[in-house]
C-alpha cells in the first residue's frame, strides 16, 4: 500500500544534507576529507547572544510567545530593517519562524494553488523548487547564464511571467553563486513587475549582511517602493550571526500575507523557540563587530579562493559580490577520462571524481539548476581551502 502523499512523492531530501550525510560516512571510515560542502558559517554564535539566551532560561523566558514572535524579536526586526535598508514594517507586517526556510514554505503554502506558477531564476537554492512542488504549486525555471552574472535579466523574467504567475524568488546575495543585484539591475526588474499587479516577490536576503561590493547593498522593496505591498522580504539570523542551530528567520511584507502565514503557524508550530528569539534579539540590536570581522575573513578567503581555483587549467569561477560561496566552472572537465579510464559524464560525476580520488567534497551543480559547475563552501578555513585547491588541482591534471 502506498504510504506517502503525491506532496512527498514529488520533491527530493535536500541535496546538501545528502552531501553533508556522504561526509559523515567517509569520515566514520577513517578518511580525512576536506569539506568545502557546508553551507554555514564557520564561527561560534557571537558570545553576547549566548548570554542573553542563558538569561532568557534563567528568567523563565521559556514560554509559548505570540505566533508571530515576541514583541522584542519583531521590534528588532523593525529597527534592523529601518536602519539597514530605510524599510517602515509595522508589527502586523512581520512575522518569525523557525529558520528564514520555514517563513518561505510558509509564505508558499498561504498563496499557492494548484498549476500557480512561481518563478525561480536558476541556479537556484535548493529548495525552492521542491517547497513550490510541496505546496501543489510549479516552479518555472528560468536560467541564468555566467554571462549573464547568473542573475535575472528584464527580458527573461518578462518571459517567464503567465496569468498563472503567483511569485518571482529573488535571492540576492545568492546561493550557490554569490551574485548580488546592483540597484539599477532591481529597478529594471521592477518595472517588468509593475506591469504585473498580480505577481508578487519573494526576496531572500539571508546572505544581506555578508556583502562584499562597493555601494550598498539594497533590498527591492527600498528601491521601488511602489512594489513595497508585493515583497515578501526574508531574512534570519542564521549566517550572518552564526546561529544556524537557534533556527529563527523573519518575513516582511504585506499585512493579509503575514496574517496567512502566522495562522498556518499557530497550526503548525505554535512559535518558534521562545529562547531562540531572545537571543536573535540580542543578536540584532547588540554591538555588530562580529559581522564587520567575519565578512573580513570571507572576503580574504573568497580572494585567495577564487585566485586558487581560476588557476586551475579547465576549472573557472567569478569572483562573487557576497554570500560564501563559488560556483565554479567545470564544464571544460567533461568528457575527459580519469586515470582509472573512466569517462566524466556530467557535474555529478566530477564532484563524485573529486571525492573518491582526492577527498575533497563539493555539490554538484545539478542540484542547484546548473549542470556542468560545482559549488563550493568557503565558510572553511583558508588551510583547508589552499590544500583543498591543491588536490582539485591534482585531480584536473590527471584527466585525459
Ligand atoms: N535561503 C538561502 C538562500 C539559504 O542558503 C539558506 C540556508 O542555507 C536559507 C535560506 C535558510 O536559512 P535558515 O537557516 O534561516 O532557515
Given at each position: 500500500?502506498?504510504?506517502?502523499?503525491?506532496?512527498?512523492?514529488?520533491i527530493?531530501?535536500?541535496?546538501?544534507?545528502?552531501?553533508a550525510q556522504?561526509?559523515?560516512?567517509?569520515?566514520?571510515?577513517?578518511?580525512?576529507?576536506?569539506?568545502?560542502t557546508?553551507g554555514?558559517?564557520d564561527?561560534?554564535?557571537?558570545?553576547?547572544?549566548?548570554a542573553?539566551?542563558?538569561?532568557a532560561?534563567e528568567?523563565?523566558?521559556?514560554?509559548?510567545?505570540?505566533?508571530?514572535?515576541t514583541p522584542?524579536?519583531?521590534?528588532?526586526?523593525a529597527?534592523?530593517?529601518?536602519?539597514?535598508?530605510?524599510?517602515?514594517?509595522?508589527?502586523?507586517q512581520?512575522?518569525?519562524?523557525?529558520?528564514a526556510?520555514?517563513v518561505?514554505?510558509?509564505?508558499?503554502?498561504a498563496?499557492?494553488d494548484?498549476?500557480?506558477e512561481?518563478?525561480?531564476?536558476a541556479?537556484?537554492?535548493?529548495?525552492?523548487?521542491?517547497m513550490?512542488?510541496?505546496?501543489?504549486?510549479?516552479?518555472?525555471?528560468?536560467?541564468?547564464?555566467?554571462?549573464e552574472?547568473?542573475?535575472?535579466?528584464?527580458?527573461?523574467?518578462?518571459?517567464?511571467?503567465?496569468?498563472?504567475?503567483?511569485?518571482?524568488?529573488?535571492?540576492t546575495?545568492?546561493n550557490?553563486?554569490?551574485?548580488?543585484?546592483?540597484?539599477?539591475?532591481?529597478?529594471?526588474?521592477?518595472?517588468?513587475?509593475?506591469e504585473?499587479?498580480?505577481?508578487r516577490?519573494?526576496?531572500d536576503?539571508?546572505?544581506?549582511?555578508?556583502?562584499?561590493?562597493?555601494?550598498?547593498?539594497?533590498?527591492?522593496?527600498?528601491?521601488?517602493p511602489?512594489?513595497?505591498?508585493r515583497?515578501?522580504?526574508?531574512?534570519?539570523?542564521?549566517?550572518?550571526y552564526?546561529?544556524?542551530?537557534?533556527r529563527?528567520g523573519?518575513?516582511?511584507?504585506?499585512?493579509?500575507?503575514?496574517?496567512a502565514v502566522?495562522?498556518?503557524q499557530?497550526?503548525?508550530?505554535?512559535?518558534?523557540?521562545?529562547?531562540?528569539?531572545?537571543?536573535?534579539?540580542?543578536a540584532?540590536?547588540g554591538?555588530?563587530?562580529?559581522?564587520a570581522?567575519?565578512?573580513?575573513?570571507?572576503?580574504?578567503?573568497?580572494d585567495?579562493?577564487?585566485?586558487?581555483?581560476?588557476?586551475?587549467?579547465?576549472?573557472?569561477?567569478?569572483?562573487?559580490?557576497?554570500?560564501?560561496?563559488?560556483?565554479?566552472?567545470?564544464?571544460?572537465?567533461?568528457?575527459?577520462?580519469?586515470?582509472?579510464?573512466e569517462?566524466?559524464?556530467?557535474d555529478?560525476?566530477f564532484?563524485?571524481?573529486?571525492?573518491?580520488?582526492?577527498?575533497?567534497?563539493?555539490?554538484?551543480?545539478?542540484a542547484y539548476?546548473a549542470?556542468g559547475?560545482?559549488?563550493i563552501?568557503?565558510?572553511t578555513?583558508?588551510?583547508v581551502l589552499?590544500?583543498a585547491?591543491?588536490?582539485?588541482?591534482?585531480?584536473?591534471a590527471?584527466?585525459?
Amino acid at each position: 500500500a502506498r504510504t506517502t502523499a503525491a506532496r512527498v512523492r514529488r520533491i527530493n531530501p535536500s541535496p546538501s544534507t545528502a552531501a553533508a550525510q556522504r561526509v559523515r560516512e567517509l569520515k566514520s571510515q577513517g578518511l580525512t576529507i576536506l569539506d568545502l560542502t557546508v553551507g554555514e558559517p564557520d564561527f561560534d554564535t557571537p558570545a553576547h547572544v549566548r548570554a542573553a539566551a542563558v538569561r532568557a532560561i534563567e528568567e523563565g523566558e521559556t514560554k509559548y510567545t505570540p505566533v508571530n514572535g515576541t514583541p522584542r524579536l519583531r521590534a528588532a526586526i523593525a529597527h534592523k530593517l529601518r536602519l539597514r535598508h530605510g524599510l517602515e514594517y509595522t508589527d502586523a507586517q512581520l512575522t518569525v519562524g523557525g529558520g528564514a526556510k520555514q517563513v518561505i514554505f510558509l509564505a508558499l503554502m498561504a498563496t499557492l494553488d494548484e498549476g500557480d506558477e512561481v518563478v525561480v531564476p536558476a541556479p537556484y537554492w535548493v529548495s525552492y523548487p521542491d517547497m513550490v512542488l510541496a505546496n501543489d504549486g510549479t516552479p518555472v525555471i528560468v536560467p541564468c547564464s555566467e554571462a549573464e552574472g547568473f542573475k535575472l535579466t528584464p527580458r527573461r523574467l518578462r518571459s517567464a511571467l503567465t496569468d498563472r504567475t503567483r511569485w518571482v524568488i529573488l535571492n540576492t546575495p545568492g546561493n550557490p553563486t554569490g551574485a548580488a543585484y546592483t540597484t539599477d539591475e532591481l529597478r529594471a526588474l521592477a518595472e517588468v513587475l509593475l506591469e504585473h499587479p498580480g505577481v508578487r516577490v519573494l526576496t531572500d536576503e539571508i546572505y544581506d549582511e555578508i556583502w562584499y561590493a562597493d555601494g550598498e547593498n539594497r533590498s527591492l522593496a527600498a528601491v521601488e517602493p511602489r512594489l513595497a505591498d508585493r515583497v515578501f522580504l526574508t531574512n534570519g539570523v542564521s549566517k550572518t550571526y552564526a546561529m544556524t542551530g537557534w533556527r529563527i528567520g523573519y518575513g516582511a511584507g504585506p499585512a493579509d500575507l503575514v496574517t496567512a502565514v502566522s495562522t498556518l503557524q499557530s497550526q503548525i508550530s505554535s512559535c518558534p523557540s521562545s529562547v531562540s528569539q531572545a537571543a536573535a534579539a540580542a543578536a540584532l540590536t547588540g554591538p555588530q563587530q562580529f559581522v564587520a570581522e567575519t565578512v573580513r575573513v570571507y572576503r580574504s578567503r573568497r580572494d585567495t579562493t577564487v585566485k586558487l581555483v581560476n588557476d586551475i587549467p579547465r576549472l573557472s569561477c567569478p569572483s562573487p559580490a557576497g554570500g560564501f560561496y563559488l560556483l565554479v566552472n567545470c564544464a571544460d572537465a567533461i568528457g575527459l577520462r580519469t586515470p582509472d579510464g573512466e569517462r566524466i559524464e556530467n557535474d555529478e560525476q566530477f564532484a563524485r571524481y573529486l571525492l573518491d580520488s582526492q577527498q575533497v567534497a563539493v555539490i554538484h551543480g545539478t542540484a542547484y539548476g546548473a549542470p556542468g559547475y560545482f559549488r563550493i563552501s568557503y565558510a572553511t578555513s583558508t588551510d583547508v581551502l589552499t590544500e583543498a585547491c591543491a588536490r582539485v588541482a591534482a585531480a584536473c591534471a590527471a584527466l585525459t
